[in-house]
């Protein structure tokens, strides 16, 4: 089996990120190529904590969280293409440049995440990367990462 057709599932995923619940947003990946893009996926749960605040009548996943599991996608990417270990190197979120909000994000809903790098300078990497819902865009953004050594 193909890199570009693996899944990536739970455990690879808890092995190439620093995260954990409740602000891990990243449920499996697919369609990975190495250093070029890969598609990220995030079932939205309504025993998600966030929902108990917003809204609890109307809830809508918060566009910051969407915005975080792009990234996430992005980190497995990196990751990945990096062969980094967590256990001494880390993924740093560096920044948004543009994002875009244009459908709620609802529990029930499957986040399928298609994100691609654009660049690689000195070890930034630049994101363009879209959150779908059923194929329907709901929010795009672009963005960038990079990797450092985790501090003692």
Do not use: W
């Amino acid at each position: 089996m193909s890199d570009e057709t693996m899944t990536i599932g739970p455990d690879e995923i808890l092995r190439r990120l620093p995260h954990r619940y409740p602000f891990l947003m990243v449920d499996r990946a697919e369609a990975y190529v190495p250093g070029e893009s890969i598609v990220g996926f995030k079932c939205v749960s309504a025993a998600e904590p966030h929902f108990q605040g917003h809204f609890p009548e109307n809830p809508v996943m918060p566009g910051v969280l969407i915005i975080e599991a792009l990234a996430q996608t992005g980190a497995i990417l990196m990751s990945k293409t990096l062969n980094a270990d967590i256990s001494n190197t880390l993924i740093y979120f560096m920044g948004v440049e543009q994002a875009k909000f244009r459908r709620p994000v609802r529990p029930g809903d499957v986040l399928e995440m298609p994100v691609e790098v654009t660049a690689n300078r000195r070890g930034v990497f630049k994101f363009k990367g879209e959150a779908r819902v059923n194929g329907v865009r709901c929010a795009d953004a672009t963005f960038s990462a990079t990797s450092a050594p985790r501090e003692a």
